[in-house]
């Protein structure tokens, strides 16, 4: 029998929140077993950006990506947020190692190419997971602590959305282990209306993303989390839950279903 893992990610606007990053670190920190998180950043990326006169250019929740926006995104993701979560948890206890994908090769992608007359720039498709050496950090006692940023083998550092890291990973280590991927960020899961915390979708079946994807109830960084989501479930991960920051111990939010 598979012992059983959690992928966790957290994005969204707790990343910049000390008191909601500090909730979501604890409960992170409560969960049992092996863990692994992945982590995004956008927001910090895109106020530091601002202030270099850097203006996010967005396309369905996903940031094109040219020169200087891959140098901007691999200091803030791969240094400063990664390593401050990173001592965060060395400070509660947990053994966290700060990576990139390109640290023992974890994730290597292919540069997306023109998608519907869109040229993202570099931004990266992941392709291969070194599940083999995961594994064994989480064996040696490591908590892998993954920044939103992978590598192409030759050299170039690829900017790569945060919950397809985590749904690629999550998928890659269900050789390994019983996975439960869980995206965490500032809402109660799914809502059918997201001013309203009261309409959360629970189960969340895949037809109801189609649906909602088609009528534009669904947009922005919705998408790519909640495709990379079903991508999971339909290729071996137990479980997928979307909940809020601080709910990741619990059995709230919105369990997705094939």
């Known amino acids: 029998m598979k012992q059983p893992l959690n992928v966790i990610k957290i994005g969204g606007a707790v990343i910049e929140d000390p008191e909601k990053q500090q909730a979501f670190l604890d409960g992170f920190v409560a969960l049992k077993g092996p863990k692994i998180l992945v982590h995004g950043g956008g927001r910090i990326a895109t106020e530091i950006g601002e202030r270099l006169g850097m203006e996010a250019i ?5 940031r094109v990506t040219d020169d200087a ?3 901007l995104v691999t200091m803030v993701y791969g240094g400063l947020v990664n390593k401050q979560m990173t001592a965060k948890l060395q400070s509660l206890g947990v ?11 974890i994730i290597r992608s292919v540069k997306r190419p023109v998608t519907n007359g869109v040229d993202y720039g570099w931004v990266g498709d992941p392709v291969e997971v ?6 064994k950090m989480i064996e040696a006692g490591g908590v892998p ?3 939103p940023l992978t590598h192409d083998g030759a050299g170039h550092i690829l900017n790569t959305n945060a919950d397809t890291i985590a749904g690629t990973i999550a998928l890659a280590m269900a050789e390994f282990f019983e996975v439960n991927l869980a995206l965490t960020f500032e809402l109660d899961g799914v809502l059918a209306d997201v001013n309203d915390p009261e309409s959360l979708i629970n189960p ?3 037809s109801f993303f189609i649906e909602m994807k088609e009528s534009g109830a669904i947009h922005s960084g919705m998408i790519p989390k909640l495709e990379n989501s079903f991508k999971a479930l339909h290729s071996g991960v137990k479980g997928v839950r979307i909940c809020k920051y601080d709910q990741i111990n619990s059995n709230h939010g919105s369990l997705l279903q094939i």
């Not at 053994?95 to 090769?105: E, K, P, R, V």
């Not at 070194?130 to 594994?135: I, V």
């Open 130 to 135: 070194n599940a083999d050496f995961l594994t």
């Open 204 to 206: 969340f079946k895949e």
């Open 145 to 147: 602590v993954i920044a």
């Open 95 to 105: 053994n966290a190692i700060g990576l990139t994908g390109a640290d023992g090769s």
């Open 58 to 62: 967005m396309v369905e929740g996903r």
């Open 69 to 71: 926006t891959v140098d």
